[in-house]
């Protein structure tokens, strides 16, 4: 949603966005299945695909990942035109990373700092140094990383018009 409001020579702009995203996707890539066409029928490749003689087929089970976010985003932006040559943009936007749900816990943080200390999984306790996973001690949640509100994006422009008279 956004509004604007001009008054002598600013145009001010505010806006937002608030989205939940709400995803099952496949993240096996092989789960459609997959043809394999090599040259063991005539020799060639693309012969043995065009006479649908395949080498081999593979396929997986789905990787079926269920992922839920919060999208958020706020600005505040004006226009000022400063003279007849001179024009000043300028803005600040907020858009926090809320993190996605993995809401069947397929997920897995990696930590430098725990490996260093020596620290092991306690859900999976032969996963390698540094892992940890939903149940463990410290993880976040089913997100596998913290929420971050502190995203801040400042915008700044100016146009500049050489001849004053308006025209690009």
């Given at each position: 949603m956004d509004a604007s409001l001009s008054r002598g020579a600013h145009q001010w702009a505010i806006g937002g966005a608030l989205e939940w995203i709400d995803s099952n996707s496949n993240a096996n890539v092989t789960s459609s299945g997959s043809f394999t066409f090599a040259n063991q029928c005539t020799g060639f490749p693309l012969a043995d695909f065009l006479l649908g003689r395949p080498s081999s087929f593979t396929q997986s089970t789905p990787n079926t990942d269920y992922m839920r976010k919060w999208y958020m985003a706020m600005y505040v932006a004006d226009t000022w035109k400063l003279n007849q040559r001179w024009t000043l943009n300028y803005g600040l936007r907020w858009e926090p990373d809320l993190a996605e749900t993995i809401t069947l816990g397929r997920v897995a943080t990696y930590s430098e700092?725990?490996?260093?200390?020596?620290?092991?999984?306690?859900?999976?306790?032969?996963a390698p140094l540094g892992f940890y996973f939903?149940?463990?001690?410290?993880?976040?949640?089913?997100?596998?990383?913290?929420?971050?509100?502190?995203?801040?994006?400042?915008?700044?422009?100016?146009?500049?018009?050489?001849?004053?008279?308006g025209r690009t």
């Open positions: 700092q725990r490996r260093t200390a020596g620290i092991r999984s306690t859900v999976f306790t032969k939903p149940g463990d001690p410290g993880f976040p949640d089913k997100r596998g990383r913290d929420r971050n509100w502190a995203i801040f994006a400042p915008r700044f422009g100016f146009a500049w018009d050489v001849k004053g008279d």
